[in-house]
């Protein structure tokens, strides 16, 4: 059976600035149900690569394609770039998923909508609905993050190091969700990540990126790993 058509796909893609690109090309595809993993050491240029893939910044060469006009992509960047100042309560955060011209200034009329209270409690959070979102703890504010998500009908989630500030036991949770989420609603997930043990227990898709060493190196997690270029960045396997 034919495979179907990637949601989105880089081809020949070089990012960088002015004019200048900092990775070789990167061709890949991806599609519908798969979770993809993009790791490197700090500063390799995943997120630039990352911002390019979704149009937020303009690529050096080559192009970024989508197979479908109404691709519904949703973009969680690193928590240092999420604003905590909003006096939103959780479920003014997910609610935020389903209508994207809500503001905290201007709040939504005519009741609840019942995706919200489905999506939080899917991700176990339903008792914090009516909490200030910058009170919870790391683990709670990844879990409304997520709701937001589920309500968001997205086709390809991005997520770029969503587990940075959490504990090992809260990374393998969120790790869990997403993937339940992936499962349950078919979408494509991108994450940005390093906890390789993470990447080779739920993703089937990994990216490798290393400006130092002109590295773009895309397959099976198992593949990546292996890889000298992988092993020399990085001294124990995962």
């Known amino acids: 059976m034919a495979q179907p058509p990637p949601l989105l796909a880089s081809?020949?893609?070089e990012v960088g600035y002015l004019g200048q690109a900092i990775l070789p090309p990167v061709d890949l595809e991806i599609r519908a149900g798969e979770f993809w993993a993009v790791i490197g050491r700090n500063g390799s240029g995943k997120t630039t690569w990352l911002k390019t893939m979704l149009g937020l910044m303009p690529p050096v060469k080559g192009s970024v394609?989508?197979?479908?006009?109404d691709l519904n992509l949703s973009y969680l960047p690193q928590r240092k770039a999420i604003d905590e100042l909003y006096p939103l309560l959780?479920?003014?955060v997910v609610r935020m998923g389903l209508d994207r011209k809500w503001s905290f200034?201007?709040?939504w009329f005519g009741g609840e909508p019942p995706e919200v209270e489905r999506a939080l409690d899917e991700m176990g959070v339903l008792g914090l609905a009516n909490e200030p979102f910058r009170r919870l703890s790391e683990g709670q504010k990844q879990r409304v993050l997520f709701a937001r998500l589920s309500v968001s009908s997205a086709h390809l989630a991005v997520l770029d190091e969503p587990t940075s500030a959490m504990d090992q036991v809260a990374e393998h949770e969120a790790f869990t969700l997403l993937d339940g989420l992936r499962k349950r609603h078919g979408l494509?997930?991108?994450i940005v990540s390093h906890y390789l043990g993470m990447v080779r227990r739920f993703a089937d898709r990994a990216l490798l990126l290393d400006?130092?060493?002109q590295t773009a190196l895309s397959g099976a997690p198992s593949a990546v790993?292996?890889?000298d270029r992988f092993q020399a960045r990085f001294s124990e396997r995962p």
């Open 11 to 13: 081809r020949q893609l």
């Open 65 to 69: 394609e989508q197979s479908r006009a």
């Open 90 to 92: 959780a479920r003014d």
């Open 105 to 107: 200034v201007r709040p």
């Open 188 to 190: 494509a997930i991108v």
């Open 211 to 213: 400006r130092d060493t």
């Open 225 to 227: 790993f292996a890889d």
